[in-house]
């Protein structure tokens, strides 16, 4: 069985573009050396376009490729991860909008925490896991704009409790607004 490609997802296709807005300085350049960050202080280490070095080499490896610095990935190498890794298999259960919210926060703090803003959201028990419990509260979902908005208020708060609180927060609260923003844009 073959990966699946980002042109079989739409909606990956139209939310990417703000995640990758907050993952890299120039989003709509890959390969720019600015996009590429190495900042002793986020345990990520070495970053290019939002991926870091060690989820780039499990990638090369389950592929059966040679492991390589993570700036020369290319960018539907990128993209393979991005929908492997993130879009799925949560994101096309979710509405419009709220998929935006919950991806950007997959990238940005991992699925675990996301399923876990997702389920305070949605006011149900909270651990983590994307169970039945969740999936029928996410196919309940009857005011998405109301979701959106728990679901980042949520997230600014777990960000002051994440360690680099203090040197990221800044910037992280301003990608939740952000992110939430366009997410409430997206709600038909």
Not at 26 to 51: A, H, L, V
Not at 87 to 105: K, M, S, V, W
Not at 146 to 166: L, M, Q
Request: a negative charge; glycine letters at 8%.
């Amino acid at each position: 069985m073959s990966d699946p490609s980002p042109s079989d997802y739409p909606r990956f296709q139209i939310i990417l573009p703000a995640t990758l807005a907050q993952e890299c300085p120039f989003p709509s350049s890959w390969g720019n050396p600015r996009n590429f960050s190495d900042d002793k202080f986020d345990p990520g280490g070495k970053t290019d376009e939002g991926i870091i070095q060690r989820e780039y080499d499990r990638w090369r490896v389950q592929h059966g490729l040679p492991r390589r610095d993570v700036r020369l990935m290319t960018e539907a190498e990128g993209d393979a991860i991005y929908l492997a890794n993130y879009y799925l298999p949560y994101c096309p259960e979710l509405p419009a909008g709220i998929d935006q919210e919950f991806f950007d926060t997959s990238v940005n703090e991992g699925d675990g925490e996301a399923v876990k803003i997702l389920q305070f959201a949605l006011d149900i028990h909270v651990d983590g896991l994307w169970g039945k419990e969740t999936d029928d509260a996410v196919k309940a979902i009857t005011d998405v704009a109301a979701v959106i908005t728990a679901f980042g208020k949520r997230r600014a708060f777990v960000y002051t409790e994440t360690s680099g609180y203090t040197r990221f927060g800044e910037d992280w609260e301003r990608r939740d607004a952000e992110i939430t923003a366009a997410s409430l844009k997206m709600v038909v």
